[in-house]
């Protein structure tokens, strides 16, 4: 990754221009891991049928233990098809599909969505109007019905994160384009150049999952750029098919995740008086009960990251075997 800022530098130069009606290249890239071989076909399905000029789709296999190869195996010839030989976790898998993809847009997309023609041309659309757009992210929706998942994202001044209009029903008051603080990694994009700002890809430092992308969109902010929710761009995602959200496993990976967010991203001064009062205030809030002690234990796993413990595919974390899934904030 390249060097961090921690300060708002607005001086970054707008990105080339690009002309309103001309819709740039866009790579999708997914990462599939042991439980992907149920959504994938579906997944793949839905993109060969979208509506947009020039795009690639890359599949990146984290090495799973169900049949998922075995849906791979279908694949057409002009989809990329990437095996590897252990869980390398959603930031090295992406990275593994940014080093291949070919197009202007890097896409991120989870194998548990499925996606209408104009997604894609709504996604990046907003990148065509302005400049300084280097990330945009979609509305989702759950299967069956209208109810919001994620339209934009609050991270809050401890790095707790809130989907907004989570499970509302959507009667389109989330139907203004708008900057958001994050954008889910489960449906967003991403200018290429941006990215080879940041380093070329996601900071493998979260290894398994979970604040990637958070981590990517808090940094355009801090570059003077744009993270725009783009209301047009629908998806439907299933939501974490292999860790459930409200898992042990999950919790205690999130909070380790939110942790190194703030190890990462924060100064003295947003420790002083934007971390420390919101994580007063949460810890002793009443819905943080049984909480409590999960997040102590992720202080703890922030001190061994301080003092150099890194978790990689080499070094998996201890006690958990995990996808890539990337429903940060979920």
């Known amino acids: 990754m390249s060097k961090r800022i921690r300060t708002r530098q607005p001086d970054f130069p707008p990105f080339k221009s690009a002309s309103a009606s001309a819709l740039p290249s866009a790579s999708i890239i997914l990462v599939t891991y042991t439980g992907a071989a149920r959504y994938l076909e579906k997944c793949l399905e839905s993109l060969r049928r979208l509506d947009y000029p020039q795009y690639e789709v890359i599949v990146v296999d984290n090495c799973g233990a169900d049949n998922t190869r075995e849906v791979l195996q279908r694949c057409r010839r002009d989809e990329t098809v990437v095996l590897n030989d252990k869980n390398m976790g959603f930031a090295g898998g992406c990275n593994i599909g940014i080093a291949r993809a070919r197009h202007e847009v890097i896409v991120l997309l989870n194998f548990d969505t499925e996606a ?72 967003m994009a991403i200018r290429r150049e941006f990215l080879e700002l940041c380093g070329g890809g996601l900071d493998e430092d979260y290894y398994p999952a979970y604040y990637e992308e958070l981590d990517l969109c808090y940094r355009a902010h801090l570059m003077g750029y744009r993270v725009v929710f783009a209301p047009k761009s629908v998806l439907v995602h299933h ?92």
């Open 116 to 187: 209408p023609p104009d997604w894609l041309a709504e996604l990046v659309r907003p990148m065509t109007r302005d400049q300084r757009a280097a990330v945009t992210g979609c509305k989702m929706h759950y299967p069956g019905g209208r109810i919001i998942q994620h339209a934009g994202g609050k991270i809050n001044g401890n790095g707790m994160v809130e989907h907004l209009g989570f499970k509302q029903e959507d009667g389109g008051q989330f139907d203004e384009e708008k900057d958001v603080d994050y954008v889910t990694g489960a449906g």
């Open 239 to 330: 939501e974490s098919p292999v860790l459930n959200w409200q898992s042990e496993a999950f919790q205690r990976l999130h909070y380790r995740a939110r942790m190194l967010f703030c190890i990462k991203n924060y100064r003295l001064r947003d420790w002083l008086f934007r971390f420390i009062p919101y994580e007063v205030g949460w810890l002793r809030a009443p819905w943080s009960k049984g909480k409590r002690k999960k997040q102590i234990r992720a202080y703890l796993d922030a001190l061994d990251y301080l003092r150099g413990r890194r978790y990689s595919p080499d070094r998996p974390f201890p006690g958990l075997a995990l996808p890539p899934d990337n429903s940060a904030g979920v």
